[in-house]
């Protein structure tokens, strides 16, 4: 009798955990699941930029210049950009490997730390595991200060899957590069043949950087506690020219909300 007793409740507890894994594979689907979409609009850019840019939350902002950069080539000018870097860097990028692209940029990064400007670099855990450590210590001992996006830590456990693709510099909060450039070796060259890719990033003047910065800054925010203050981040910006510009601030959904960083301000 107690035998049965105890085989019937074993069998019970395996079918409510049964169902309990259901239900989480069931809701997890369900959440993440696309949203499907049934938009159909013929509009110009110039009047639907007002329209994408109300919808993701933002705003169109005027008096910027562009400077679309390709292939390797973007790299030089932002080498030689950081260079001229007087009071900050921020850079976040989600790829970083180990080669001769590597080695370039940790040593850009860390003369301008060594030489006192404050040097903030975010790269995602996931992606930039295959970073030199001699790259890594490079920028450390120059004074760099280097963060992992969603280390692989206990108290990460439910975002470890949500990564940041962003890749971005910003350099006195007064000029800004965004692409899809990232710090691998197959991003030198010119796209040349199948080992070395083509791709494009745009350098950014005008009152958009803040836009930049302030994408940066709520990654950082949420991954240090530290929140940046002054004209030395956020430095007035006249007009650089008379391009229109919606930046999108995409992200993974359980990353810090700003909502959440100003509530805690």
């Known amino acids: 009798m107690d035998a049965s007793w105890t085989i019937s409740a074993i069998a019970l507890a395996c079918i409510l955990l049964l169902i309990i894994v259901m239900g989480l594979v069931i809701w997890s689907i369900r959440r993440h699941r696309d949203p499907h979409l049934k938009i159909e609009c013929d509009a110009g850019i110039d009047t639907l930029m007002p329209t994408l840019a109300g919808i993701t939350l933002g705003s169109v902002i005027d008096g910027n210049s562009v400077e679309i950069l390709e292939n390797g080539h973007f790299w030089d000018v932002l080498i030689e950009r950081v260079g001229k870097a007087r009071k900050t860097v921020h850079y976040e990028?989600?790829?970083?490997?180990?080669?001769?692209?590597?080695?370039?940029m940790a040593k850009a990064l860390a003369e301008r730390?060594?030489?006192?400007?404050?040097?903030r670099i975010m790269l995602d855990d996931n992606g930039s595991k295959g970073i030199g450590d001699g790259e890594l210590e490079m920028m450390e001992k120059a004074g760099a200060k280097v963060v992992f996006f969603h280390e692989k830590k206990l108290r990460n456990i439910g975002v470890l899957n949500d990564r940041t693709h962003r890749k971005m510099l910003v350099i006195d909060g007064k000029e800004a590069f965004v692409g899809g450039h990232c710090v691998v070796d197959e991003w030198l060259g010119d796209a040349e043949d199948g080992k070395h890719f083509g791709d494009v990033s745009v350098r950014l003047r005008g009152p958009i950087v803040h836009s930049v910065q302030g994408s940066f800054s709520e990654n950082w925010a949420g991954e240090t506690g530290e929140l940046f203050v002054g004209k030395d981040v956020f430095p007035v910006l006249e007009p650089a020219g008379d391009v229109l510009i919606h930046a999108v601030f995409a992200k993974p959904e359980n990353s810090a909300p700003a909502v959440k960083i100003l509530h805690h301000t």
């Open 93 to 104: 990028t989600f790829l970083w490997k180990e080669g001769k692209l590597g080695k370039r």
């Open 113 to 119: 730390a060594k030489d006192g400007v404050k040097v």
